[in-house]
């Protein structure tokens, strides 16, 4: 994991202008935000009273000009979501930096996730399988407690959003590392959201599925080798198909959905569904 000097100012730019705010900011954590979901999410949220830290493998140079133009303070950290444990020290630390009584909310958003190599378990590399689980999994597990833990006593509202899949309540040969992290996730979540029922302000978890979305991921299902891959025509019928809904329209619709009264009503959710 690494730490440049400009990662290092924004992160003091943003908790310096959370201090001094007439009014109480409201902080967005976003994973996987350099490409893709994620960064349809953070250009969205570049908006005025937010404060926004973006976690990925690399960083979005024209994300950090919008944010700079519109002076809303966007920390992006370049960090390996496969070792997990560092990024969410690193993650409690950031978030000790801000005075919990003057923030409005607080919201992480558990995006980045990895594929794998579209093929029946056997055909996997163990390397593979390793970086999925963890990626997929195990990163969103320790954010989530890192967020929980050094936000327990804020006062304002708190939400956590994972992205997950059908394919989490749904098997598909091919990807079995896959539909196990987001089955983890959504198994995760529900206990999650039964602890956080029982405290003082607890904070509302939902894993939302988001629906078929042509991103990366989409591109690496519908190239995949037919022969190792039972599902590829499939995916490849929905590219073809125009049934792939865009980055931006969806993130306008998680984004919607996060905002609502109901948000947290029920831990297990879908786009799709009203």
Not at 66 to 75: E, F, I, K, Q, R
Not at 169 to 194: E, I, P, Q, T
Request: hydrophobic residues 45%; neutral net charge.
């Amino acid at each position: 994991m690494r730490t440049t000097l400009r990662e290092a100012d924004n992160a003091g730019r943003g908790c310096a202008y959370a201090r001094g705010m007439t009014t109480s900011p409201s902080l967005y954590i976003v994973t996987g935000s350099s490409r893709g979901l994620g960064a349809a999410l953070v250009e969205q949220l570049l908006q005025p009273g937010h404060v926004l830290l973006g976690i990925a493998r690399g960083s979005n140079p024209a994300l950090q000009a919008a944010a700079d133009a519109a002076g809303v303070p966007l920390t992006q950290w370049t960090a390996d979501l496969a070792d997990p444990q560092p990024v969410a020290e690193r993650l409690a630390a950031w978030l000790a930096g801000f005075d919990g009584a003057r923030v409005a909310g607080a919201t992480l958003v558990n995006n980045a996730g990895v594929v794998g190599l579209p093929a029946t378990l056997g055909q996997v590399p163990l390397p593979t399988l390793t970086l999925a689980m963890r990626a997929g999994l195990e990163a969103p597990l320790l954010l989530t407690g890192a967020f929980l833990a050094a936000t327990g006593s804020w006062a304002g509202p708190r939400r956590v959003l994972n992205i997950s899949s059908g394919l989490g309540r749904r098997a598909m040969a091919g990807s079995a590392a896959y539909c196990a992290a987001k089955a983890g996730m959504d198994h995760f979540s529900r206990a999650v959201a039964l602890e956080e029922a029982a405290r003082p302000n607890g904070a509302r978890i939902v894993s939302m599925a988001p629906g078929v979305i042509d991103t990366d991921m989409q591109a690496e299902l519908r190239g995949a080798d037919a022969g190792a891959f039972p599902e590829q025509a499939r995916f490849a019928a929905l590219h073809a198909q125009g049934q792939l809904s865009s980055a931006a329209d969806c993130a306008r619709a998680l984004l919607a959905r996060l905002h609502r009264a109901d948000f947290g009503h029920e831990p297990i959710a879908d786009i799709r569904d009203a």
